[in-house]
């Protein structure tokens, strides 16, 4: 086949060669249209690193013998190029519109109810809040549904921080009024829309008043939100054992956990994982996908084709988000301002997730 590149090569092709914008627009949505027949053309030369594993099921639970630094090191071999089944990634089928046109589909996968994604992590500052901005702007914009992200942070989180408010409003004003909230519209006075249509739900900033939020009240919230919203995502804190992320694990459909290449955020993914193993939630887990962000840096930095090997072999799929200096300031979060192959990186995150949607076994939850 043209082009048959392995994830490492398409990994070391992104760092040293031009973009091909694959990426959304994150303008107005046009109806999906029948994709063309791709001409034939030279192979892709900047495929960024999405690994969906088919076939057999992953690896047995991470456990002592399989920690981070033993097992991203001994990645001798290339590693097997894999991608979103019937989209071509790193097959030289097809460039730009074609390949973009492809993914959108899958990130169009229809639901047949509200779909609930949360992102976690054990340790802070590994991007968090920005994969939950970038990933529902995405799907709220590719999908055109409504689509909303909540901060179910008990430590104060920074999610509404990070769009331009339109209101003042918090989870717990919300509930407050949950007696009369009939429709839609009377939740969107609660929320702020950002350019891409996704809606933002803060928290209080009080660490008093976040803090009680608890297990009880994220699955009140879940519930009154999942009339209105096909996909609810949750940006989480690193206290897995607080009430309220609990009771997010426990309602959830997928996880995104969050990751970057430092040893040291590398090793938080790896934590996760083998927590979630551990405290019975491992088909969760399994079916997750770890996202890893780039970072520029002196400190100890891990190869991106052995993170994907590791991760790959613990949930369901892995994707590598390149270095942004627009997230990386973490000020407002304006998708026109990211480097064309991040907000391609993006769209192939919404894939991968949105592929989980399409499983019946990926829908119910492992409480």
Not at 195 to 213: C, I, K, M, Q, R
Not at 303 to 326: G, I, Q, Y
Request: hydrophobic residues 40%.
């Amino acid at each position: 086949m043209t082009g048959d590149h392995t994830v490492i090569e398409r990994v070391r092709r992104l760092e040293r060669e031009a973009d091909w914008d694959l990426a959304p627009v994150y303008g107005p949505v046009s109806p999906p249209q029948e994709p063309e027949r791709p001409r034939h053309r030279p192979p892709d030369t900047t495929g960024t690193a999405a690994v969906l594993p088919q076939g057999a099921p992953p690896a047995a639970p991470p456990g002592p013998a399989a920690q981070l630094p033993e097992a991203v090191s001994a990645v001798a071999a290339p590693v097997a190029r894999r991608g979103l089944r019937g989209i071509g990634l790193g097959t030289g089928l097809g460039l730009g519109r074609v390949d973009r046109e492809r993914l959108e589909a899958v990130v169009r996968t229809p639901l047949h109810r509200s779909y609930r994604i949360a992102v976690v992590g054990l340790k802070g500052g590994v991007g968090k809040t920005s994969v939950t901005l970038a990933l529902g702007s995405v799907l709220a914009e590719t999908r055109s549904d409504k689509v909303i992200a909540v901060d179910a942070n008990p430590d104060t989180g920074t999610l509404s921080g990070r769009v331009r408010r339109e209101t003042t409003a918090t989870v717990q004003d919300l509930l407050v009024a949950a007696p009369s909230i009939t429709g839609y519209m009377d939740i969107r006075r609660f929320t702020s829309l950002t350019p891409s249509g996704l809606e933002v739900l803060g928290n209080d900033p009080d660490p008093a008043v976040a803090t009680a939020f608890g297990g009880e009240d994220y699955q009140r919230l879940v519930d009154l939100l999942a009339r209105q919203y096909p996909i609810v995502l949750s940006d989480c804190g690193t206290g897995l054992l607080h009430g309220a992320t609990r009771a997010v694990l426990d309602l959830a459909d997928q996880l995104v956990i969050a990751a970057t290449a430092s040893l040291d955020g590398a090793s938080g993914a790896d934590a996760t994982l083998e927590w979630l193993h551990a405290n019975g939630y491992g088909p969760l887990a399994r079916r997750s996908v770890t996202v890893v962000s780039g970072v520029r840096g002196t400190g100890r930095v891990v190869k991106a084709e052995n993170l994907v090997a590791h991760f790959e072999s613990l949930c369901r799929a892995a994707v590598v988000l390149p270095f942004d200096e627009h997230l990386a300031l973490g000020g407002t979060f304006e998708p026109a301002k990211l480097r064309h192959r991040t907000r391609r990186a993006h769209l192939e995150l919404a894939a991968a997730v949105a592929e989980g949607m399409s499983h019946p076994g990926a829908a119910v939850p492992a409480g």
